[in-house]
């Protein structure tokens, strides 16, 4: 599986965005896709996740709220809308995907990565 990150950008806090995340080579049918995000000199972290097939998602608490994870079964695409954006929500985002059936905030569990897209929040 490849995925293909986008969407990233420069937005003023408050504003929101949309990441997608594309697939190919295979459909993210039995995965649980994510979103994982990695600031300047820290530790990739949980984002939020979706059971693909069935549609269950899970959201990190620093977004919780604000953040909706969706997918399009048809484009076999990874959505990400962030609204309220923060400074602190500056970060490389990456999607990724895991055989796991009920997926994991533990980016070791993951086993397809997208290249990451850049999201930078001014104040």
């Known amino acids: 599986v490849q995925l293909q990150a986008s969407g990233g950008g420069l937005v003023q806090a408050g504003g929101s965005l949309r990441l997608s995340c594309a697939a190919s080579?295979?459909?993210?049918?039995?995965?649980?896709v994510g979103w994982f995000r990695q600031a300047p000199g820290k530790e990739r972290e949980f984002v939020a996740h979706?059971?693909?097939?069935?549609?269950?998602?899970l959201y990190a608490d620093p977004v919780k709220g604000r953040t909706t994870i969706s997918r399009d079964n048809a484009k076999n695409t990874l959505y990400l809308q962030i609204d309220i954006l923060k400074p602190e929500d500056t970060a490389v985002y990456y999607c990724?995907?895991?055989?796991?059936?009920?997926?994991?905030?533990?980016?070791?569990?993951?086993?397809?990565w997208g290249q990451g897209t850049l999201v930078t929040v001014s104040s």
């Open positions: 979706i059971r693909w097939n069935s549609g269950i998602t």
């Open positions: 990724a995907a895991t055989r796991s059936l009920y997926g994991s905030s533990d980016p070791q569990r993951y086993d397809y």
């Open positions: 080579g295979r459909t993210f049918s039995g995965y649980t």
